[in-house]
Structures are given as structure tokens and as C-alpha cells.
């Protein structure tokens, strides 16, 4: 199997994802879903590392217990579950957290004049550090959707509450995102 078709796999591909997770190598499962769990690592955490650590721990625990893998979720699902209960343990056990914006570099093939960069650089962190000032249940799920691209039933299975649930917290953090925007730019 391709890079390309294990990040393309989705719910209604599940039987061969079950079928080829037990081979995959470490290696191939931190290529394909690397980025994926450090982002979710860091937007639970706050910390690049201990979202570094997250991730390693997360690819650890997956490799070793693959064989456990039951395909009710996709990979990429039962990952993130992975990160998000390991980011929760070391919440639980840390008495020290941090948070350092996160930007976004320019777009690809994109000149930008030296002030627009930092103009546009310094937007994107305001609006990640508003993210991050959300609520975690609500800054989890507009995290999942915006930085992961998750459906409301995926997000529901790997948060373990209902899909109402789910479309609730994103209604108000989007809401809080744009109350938050609207008093920022006053």
C-alpha cells in the first residue's frame, strides 16, 4: 500500500485498513500519520515538547499493540484516541504548562513583501492564541476539525461522547472564536 492510499483511507475502507495495520511498520505509520498526532499533541499540550514526547509515545504504544487494533475507527482514529489519552495523562501528572504560538509560514510559490509576512504572521498566532485560550472541550474539537479534518461521528468516537455533543462544542467555540475576533479587532 502507497503513502498516498494510507492517508486517503477512510470508515468505508476499514476492513483493509484492519487487514494491513498488523504489517505496517513503524516507520510507515510515522510517515503517514506523524504530522497528524504531533498537531494534536501540541494543541492539547501546548508544549512542542512535550508534544514531541506525545508522539513518541503514542507510536510506541500503537506499534506495540497493533495486533489490538479492532478497526471500529480508522487508523488515524484510534491514533489521535492514543494522543489524546496520553496529552491527558501528562496533564494530570504535570504541574507545569506553557504555550508557545504556533504560525504559519508563508503560502507555497507566494512572495510576500517583509511587512505582510509579519503582518499575516502575527494574525495567524493572535488567532491560535485565542484557539488556545478556548475551553479545552471546545479548542479539542475546533482543533480536530480545523487541524485534522475529522467528521462530527470521528470526533465523536474518539472523544467518546455523543455526535450532538460534538456539534454543540463546535457551535460554541466557533462562537467564542468570533465574539473573542470581534473584541480583539476593537
Not at 501540541?42 to 509515545?57: C, H, P, V, W
Not at 485565542?130 to 461521528?153: F, N, W, Y
Request: no cysteine; net charge positive; hydrophobic share 40%.
Amino acid at each position: 500500500m502507497t503513502k498516498e492510499v494510507r492517508e486517503n483511507m477512510h470508515s468505508e475502507e476499514l476492513p483493509y485498513a484492519v487487514a494491513y495495520a498488523p504489517s505496517m511498520t513503524l516507520r510507515e505509520m510515522m510517515e503517514t500519520y506523524g504530522r497528524d498526532v504531533w498537531n494534536y499533541a501540541y494543541f492539547l499540550s501546548g508544549s512542542r515538547e512535550q508534544a514531541n514526547d506525545i508522539s513518541q509515545e503514542v507510536f510506541l504504544r500503537a506499534h506495540r499493540n497493533i495486533a489490538k487494533y479492532r478497526g471500529s475507527a480508522t487508523l488515524k482514529t484510534w491514533l489521535l484516541t492514543i494522543t489524546r489519552n496520553s496529552a491527558f495523562s501528562w496533564r494530570r501528572n504535570s504541574f507545569w504548562h506553557r504555550f508557545i504560538p504556533l504560525g504559519k509560514g508563508q503560502a507555497p510559490g507566494q512572495a510576500w513583501s517583509a511587512e505582510k509576512e509579519a503582518l499575516s504572521k502575527q494574525y495567524v498566532n493572535r488567532i491560535w492564541e485565542l484557539i488556545m485560550e478556548l475551553p479545552d472541550k471546545h479548542r479539542e474539537v475546533l482543533v480536530l476539525e480545523i487541524q485534522q479534518g475529522l467528521s462530527t461521528a470521528e470526533m465523536a468516537a474518539l472523544l467518546g461522547v455523543a455526535e450532538g455533543t460534538v456539534k454543540s462544542r463546535l457551535s460554541r467555540a466557533r462562537e467564542n472564536m468570533r465574539k473573542a475576533l470581534e473584541e480583539d479587532e476593537r
